[in-house]
Structure formats: C-alpha cells, structure tokens
C-alpha cells in the first residue's frame, strides 16, 4: 500500500514537472526572447522562426510618429509595435540598426516592455497576451547628426509552435535642419528638404509676434543670414571672397553673433580693411 501511495506521489510530481516546463514554452520567455532574433543586421537576419513557426513578411507592424521628412538628431519619439493575428500568446523583439548592422541611438522601454544586450533590444515581457490586436510603445531618441537612414528590425512571434512574423520600419535622417514635429495645422515648410530658399506659410487667429529659429545641418543656431546682391557672376564672386575674409576675423564674427548696430560693423569692416591694405 505504502509503495502504491509513493509510486502515486511520484506520477504526480513529474506530471507537475511537464505540465510547467510546457506551460514555460507555450508562454515563451518571462523576460522576453533572448537577444540577437529581430531580423536585424547585427545578427545575421536571425529570427524566432527557430522555435515559434515559420517566418513572414508583414508590413505596418512597427510605426512611429517620425515626420515623413525625417529624425531629428537628438529628438525623442514613440515607436509603436502591433501584433495582428490569432493562435497563441504574442511576443516581439525589435533593435534600431544601420543598415551595416550599427546600433544606433537610445531605445526607452515602455509598459509590458524590457531592455536586453546592453539596451540594444527591446522586447515584449510578462506572459499570457493574447490580445488581438496587441500594440506596445516605447521611445527612441535619435542619435547624433550625421549618422543617415535607422531601420527599427522586428520579429513577432504568435503560439508556440505558431507564426513569426518579421518586418521593418526605416526612417531617414532630416538634413534640411527644419523640424517638422513642432509644425502645427495651418503651418507648412516647403520645399523641404531645402537648397537655397524655403517658403514658411502659417495662419493665426490671432496677432501674435512670431519667432522663428533656424539651424544648421550641423545643428547649430543660425544667428545671422547674409544676402548677396550682384549684378553679374564675376562680381557675385568677389563679394564671396570678400565675405569669406573677413568671416576669418574674430572681430567681424563677434560683431554679426552679438548683433551690433550696423554703423559698428561697418566700423569693424572698415579696421579690418585697414589693417589688410597696410599689410601689402
């Protein structure tokens, strides 16, 4: 009778064993998928095909609220990834990567979501999510000036076995300096990008003085605009010479970025002219 009970006991107990272990796989990983199965660059275009079913392409799974002309180096924004579909409890795994497989700037991780790798991958945590559809969002902040076109690289996974589904989101670089996230309705930049001249058109309900802040591609505040006005190329040409001299002056410089009334700065010139005819 004694060995019937333990021999029961035994069943018991391994039945509790298998049913966890399959409850583990069925719910995926606590913490998220491991690290390096986003479809991204960095490693190797690997996925969650692997363990959760074979790999489909979807679009329109990752989004964000990036303006259409582009990031703005420094600026923070929200990704958002949806999971569509029914069949099993849903997970996900994105990275933000060049194309060469860089990682690039900083991902924030949101509700129901987890930092890995060195906050190189942000994944979906917790068990049981079988919403459909599933959003989840969390922030990026862009790196810095000069780094080009970011791919947000995911993999989604639907059951255990089920469906992973692989996609991308690219956003380019903004390089006009114009940030298009503060444009409000009835506010409009155009062309843009922009070469030589931008066209700004705004409405108020209002009369409201206006401020309006330039900056370089590099991100630095424009302080002064210089218009040339020439009747002919060879005189536009030597204006230009002229100009880059004297912006090689620190006085003259200091002048334009403290904003110095015009008679000064025509002062400053006319010292620094001085100075460059006694020295030939």
Not at 58 to 80: F, L
Not at 106 to 125: E, F, K, P, Q, R
Not at 147 to 170: D, E, R
Request: charged share 10%.
């Amino acid at each position: 009778m004694v060995k019937k009970i333990t021999l029961s006991l035994a069943i018991a107990l391994i039945a509790i064993v298998i049913l966890q272990v399959k409850g583990k796989f069925a719910f995926g990983y606590d913490g998220g998928a491991p690290a390096g199965v986003a479809n991204d660059p960095a490693s190797g275009h690997a996925n969650c095909s692997t363990c959760h079913g074979a790999a489909t392409t979807v679009t329109g799974w990752i989004t964000s609220n990036i303006p259409a002309g582009g990031y703005m180096p420094g600026n923070t924004y929200t990704i958002t990834a949806t999971s569509t579909g029914t069949g099993g409890n849903k997970g996900f795994e994105i990275s933000a990567q060049s194309s060469t497989g860089t990682f690039l700037g900083t991902m924030i991780a949101g509700t129901g979501t987890s930092l890995i790798s060195s906050n190189h991958y942000i994944v979906s945590s917790g068990t049981g999510i079988t919403t459909n559809p599933k959003t989840w969002t969390f922030t990026w902040t862009a790196p810095a000036t000069g780094l080009g076109p970011v791919g947000f690289y995911g993999a989604f996974a639907i059951g255990h076995p089920g469906t992973t589904y692989i996609t991308s989101l690219i956003v380019t670089e903004n390089t006009s300096g114009i940030n298009e996230s503060s444009v409000k309705t009835g506010f409009s930049i155009f062309p843009n990008p922009a070469v030589d001249h931008v066209n700004i058109s705004y409405n108020l309900t209002t009369s409201s003085k206006v401020a309006i802040n330039l900056y370089s591609i590099d991100g630095k505040p424009v302080h002064t605009l210089i218009l040339l006005i020439s009747q002919t190329i060879k005189q536009h040409l030597s204006l230009i010479a002229h100009l880059s001299f004297l912006l090689s002056k620190e006085t003259f410089r200091s002048a334009l970025e403290n904003r110095l009334e015009s008679n000064e700065i025509l002062d400053i010139i006319k010292k620094i002219e001085e100075t460059r005819n006694t020295a030939r």
